[in-house]
């Protein structure tokens, strides 16, 4: 059977966290981060990486006026891709607005304070992030196990060496 759309973007992930003592609880899609929201992402990097570069001229030319300007405009953008991207992935949570959970596409995020915007969107990142390499470590010293015994001497395990009828690079 083909892999619909439907199914794809159904897989969730739950996240929660604490505001004002109360727990909010996410439900959210991994799969809707699409090439378009990759997109977005490194164009928001690009940017970042611009205005960073502009702010720290306009400071050294001594324009703290200019300077304090576009770092305000970098957060007002930043601030507007928070909220696609919550908007985008977002499948439900329970803030609510009286009885029913507020709108969480961006229109209803930008009625929202930034700092809640991005407490939700730090509470997926933190859900999103991979898993470590290896266990933690203890508090107990490691060193070289020991040896169950000698192992046999070599036995041919895989045989002759083979060839590729096919020439390398062809």
């Given at each position: 059977?083909?892999l619909?759309?439907?199914?794809?973007?159904?897989?969730?992930?739950?996240?929660?966290?604490?505001?004002?003592?109360?727990?909010?609880?996410?439900?959210w899609?991994?799969?809707?981060?699409?090439?378009?929201?990759d997109?977005?992402?490194?164009?928001?990097?690009?940017?970042?990486?611009?205005?960073?570069?502009?702010?720290?001229?306009?400071?050294?030319?001594?324009?703290?006026?200019?300077?304090?300007?576009?770092?305000?405009?970098?957060?007002?953008?930043?601030?507007?891709?928070?909220?696609?991207?919550?908007?985008?992935?977002?499948?439900?949570?329970d803030?609510?607005?009286?009885?029913?959970?507020?709108p969480?596409?961006e229109?209803?995020?930008?009625?929202?304070?930034?700092?809640?915007?991005?407490?939700?969107?730090?509470?997926?990142?933190?859900?999103n992030?991979?898993?470590?390499?290896?266990?933690?470590?203890?508090?107990?010293?490691?060193?070289?196990?020991?040896?169950?015994?000698?192992?046999?001497?070599?036995?041919?395990?895989?045989?002759a060496?083979?060839?590729?009828?096919?020439?390398?690079?062809?």
């Amino acid at each position: 059977m083909p892999l619909t759309l439907d199914k794809l973007f159904s897989a969730t992930v739950s996240s929660s966290f604490v505001v004002l003592g109360e727990t909010v609880h996410l439900t959210w899609c991994p799969s809707k981060y699409t090439g378009e929201m990759d997109d977005l992402a490194r164009e928001m990097q690009d940017e970042e990486t611009a205005d960073i570069l502009a702010i720290l001229a306009l400071e050294e030319a001594g324009d703290t006026v200019g300077a304090r300007a576009l770092a305000e405009t970098r957060e007002r953008r930043n601030a507007a891709a928070v909220r696609r991207f919550l908007s985008e992935m977002l499948v439900a949570w329970d803030v609510m607005d009286g009885t029913v959970p507020h709108p969480h596409d961006e229109a209803g995020l930008n009625k929202l304070p930034a700092w809640l915007v991005t407490a939700t969107f730090v509470a997926m990142s933190e859900e999103n992030q991979t898993d470590p390499m290896s266990d933690p470590s203890s508090d107990e010293p490691s060193g070289p196990k020991a040896s169950s015994g000698r192992s046999r001497p070599g036995t041919p395990s895989s045989g002759a060496r083979k060839s590729s009828e096919q020439p390398r690079g062809k």
